[in-house]
């Protein structure tokens, strides 16, 4: 098999994209059907291994290299980002769970890091020697950021972080931890930095966790660990703008993973009614099935076209991030209840455990909650509306 099938061609070729992002999507897209075998061979090992080693495979691949290198062919911007999970999720979640997670606690550095951080941590991180992870949430902080309670205390030499992050993905197997604690410039959202951490540093423990969809995932706990002036991203009290900004440049990514796991689903689907006989013909005759089927792809085009649009936005230097929220949004719903009715076409045999219906169906449920809570993301947008623009328009009473 050696045509593009993770993505609709035709959406590829709108004005949205460049011909650098058509031949990058055909060349990941082969080199995934390529790892076939060696992703089914890992499913056999711990959650927590089969990242590293698919971020081992990543690096050794050039997928990582956007860490590190500014003068690619394709630029690292937000469409190739978007590209790249659509792509990745379509073969398999954990490989576009590490990348994404490897690709957002990057970023950090490569956004606010200073030449030597970037120096000293970027190269090994795009040859997927180093593993980063993000430590946001805290149990009693979510969508909330201002309300993060782990203490950065400053002393001699440095900070002293005691507390504790919740639902930290890769945090189990992270050499580098990017951390937003709180060091107190002011109250509220401005009294929080960004660090990064040394996850073997004395006083860091990871309890993993199980989940849902399988993971790496887990509660770390910080005891009076260190961490030296050279290790602060930023500037001191700057961690609040950090957090939303990579949270917003990472959202639409998120919709674009959940279109992946959707068009999985809906070719799954699609193959299942075109073969099974039923009623003397095939499940794909019947009205209803078709009536399926063309919903799960007015979604799918529908999911596809608000994400274009936000990474487009992004890359263009306009406005964001209330497209970032839409798309995803709409994409992670859509995308539930295309899984949802994937199953409900293979009937008893969507539900056999350990079937790819079943994998995509465990997988789907998180994203809407991840990077922004649907429910957070409707408040961003319905607060973003432009009342403006109407409260004067006689002609609308």
């Keep these: 098999m ?3 099938i993770s993505h609709d061609l035709t959406l590829l070729s709108l004005p949205f994209f460049t ?6 999507v055909h060349e990941l897209d082969r080199w995934c059907q390529q790892q076939h075998e060696t992703l089914l061979s890992l499913r056999h090992r ?3 291994e089969q990242s590293r080693q698919m971020l081992h495979l990543l690096g050794q691949g050039g997928w990582l290299k956007h860490l590190n290198t500014p003068d690619l062919p394709v630029p690292n911007d937000a469409r190739r980002m978007c590209l790249s999970r659509q792509t990745l ?8 769970f590490s990348w994404s997670i490897q690709s957002l606690s990057a970023s950090v550095i490569q956004r606010y890091g200073n030449e030597a951080q970037r120096r000293d941590y970027l190269p090994a991180l795009a040859h997927g020697e180093r593993i980063a992870a993000f430590a946001l949430s805290e149990l009693q902080a979510g969508t909330d950021i201002a309300a993060l309670t782990l203490e950065a205390q400053r002393c001699e030499g440095g900070w002293l972080l005691n507390g504790d ?3 930290i993905a890769l945090g189990d197997i992270a050499s580098d931890i990017i951390v937003i604690a709180r060091t107190g410039e002011g109250p509220g959202p401005l009294g929080l930095s960004a660090f990064i951490v040394d996850a073997v540093a004395g006083g860091v423990s990871a309890r993993p966790l199980d989940a849902v969809a399988p993971r790496s995932w887990s509660h770390l706990h910080f005891d009076n660990v260190r961490v030296s002036p050279e290790n602060l991203l930023g500037q001191p009290g700057q961690g609040f703008i950090i957090a939303l900004d990579i949270l917003d440049r990472f959202r639409m990514t998120v919709a674009s993973a959940a279109i992946g796991f959707a068009r999985r689903a809906a070719d799954i689907a699609l193959r299942h009614a075109a073969q099974r006989k039923i009623y003397r013909g095939r499940l794909l005759d019947l009205q209803l099935t078709q009536a399926t089927l063309a919903k799960m792809e007015v979604s799918l085009s529908a999911a596809s076209l608000l994400t274009a649009r936000a990474a487009w936005q992004h890359d263009d ?3 964001f991030a209330r ?3 839409a798309a995803k949004y709409f994409a992670c719903e859509q995308a539930c209840k295309i899984v949802d009715a994937a199953l409900q076409l293979l009937g008893a045999a969507g539900v056999v455990a350990g079937s790819q219906l079943e994998r995509l169906y465990r997988q789907i449920r998180p994203l809407r909650i991840y990077e922004g809570a649907s429910e957070a993301l409707l408040m961003n947008i319905a607060s973003a509306l432009d ?9 609308l009473s």
């Design 2 to 4: 050696n045509q593009c």
């Design 323 to 325: 497209e970032s929220a």
């Design 19 to 24: 011909p650098g992002h058509q031949q990058y």
């Design 89 to 96: 999720a379509y073969f398999d979640d954990l490989l576009d």
């Design 387 to 395: 009342t403006q623009r109407v409260i004067n328009r006689e002609d």
């Design 317 to 319: 230097d306009r406005p």
């Design 46 to 48: 711990p959650v927590a």
């Design 165 to 167: 992050k919740a639902w």
